[in-house]
């Protein structure tokens, strides 16, 4: 069965490092979107593209995230230089269109800022 | 961003007995769909469950139903005949078709079978 590909899984890092993430949505999937997830709270959605057009990025804090999807395909999340309030789980969801109702989720990249 | 609210941060199930979850939420959409992921430790949220808000009948997938009331904007999770393998965390989420199908999530209860 296909998945959505993340990694790393787990990443350390010092405040005022730069951090990148990595996702691969499932085959065929136009819609890719990324969310953090804080410790004892739900997902929050930070960026959503179809294809490689940002459609959202009203959530992502743009003085340090960046997000790209250059081929449509694959897409990095990076964060530059990262706090200690950016430590969370980020996780990376496809959809088959911007319009179809069921994510497909990745398990995630948590990661520890020191 | 719709309000979802999960008021049991935690809960405790003896394996093979019934657990119930609850969640409301706060809408002024008529249509919607509304969701159940299950998030297990170090694993990929999946999907458990959805309900179409225009259908007035009540989900169920194998051991897991739900119980929606649209007028009282609930929609509680109904876990029977427990299992270890349903130990996660689970998301009641509120997708918003007027707004571009974006979904809003609770704040999750953690859910443990107890052997």
């Known amino acids: 069965e296909a998945e959505v590909a993340q990694s790393p899984r787990y990443k350390i890092t010092e405040k005022s490092q730069a951090v990148a993430f990595w996702c691969d949505p499932i085959?065929?999937?136009?819609?890719l979107y990324w969310y953090r997830q804080i410790l004892g709270q739900g997902p929050e959605l930070l960026v959503q593209f179809q294809d490689e057009s940002v459609v959202d990025d009203s959530q992502l804090p743009k003085d340090r995230f960046s997000a790209e999807r250059l081929k449509g395909v694959d897409s990095t999340l990076k964060i530059q230089p990262a706090e200690l309030g950016d430590s969370a789980m980020y996780l990376c969801?496809?959809?088959?269109?911007?319009?179809?109702?069921?994510?497909?989720f990745g398990p995630g990249t948590r990661l520890t800022v020191t | 961003a719709q309000t979802v609210t999960q008021s049991q941060p935690e809960m405790s199930v003896q394996e093979a007995e019934t657990v119930t979850l609850s969640c409301t939420y706060d809408t002024s959409e008529s249509n919607y769909y509304l969701f159940w992921y299950k998030q297990p430790p170090s694993r990929q949220m999946i999907l458990v469950i959805r309900q179409e808000a225009y259908k007035q009948q009540n989900a169920t997938e194998n051991r897991f139903s739900v119980n929606f009331q649209k007028a009282a904007k609930s929609f509680s999770l109904k876990i029977s005949d427990s299992q270890l393998g349903d130990t996660a965390m689970y998301f009641c989420a509120f997708l918003s078709i007027k707004n571009d199908y974006k979904l809003s999530f609770g704040a999750g209860t953690t859910v443990t079978v107890r052997a």
């Open positions: 085959s065929g999937h136009a819609t």
């Open positions: 969801a496809s959809a088959a269109g911007p319009l179809t109702y069921e994510q497909y």
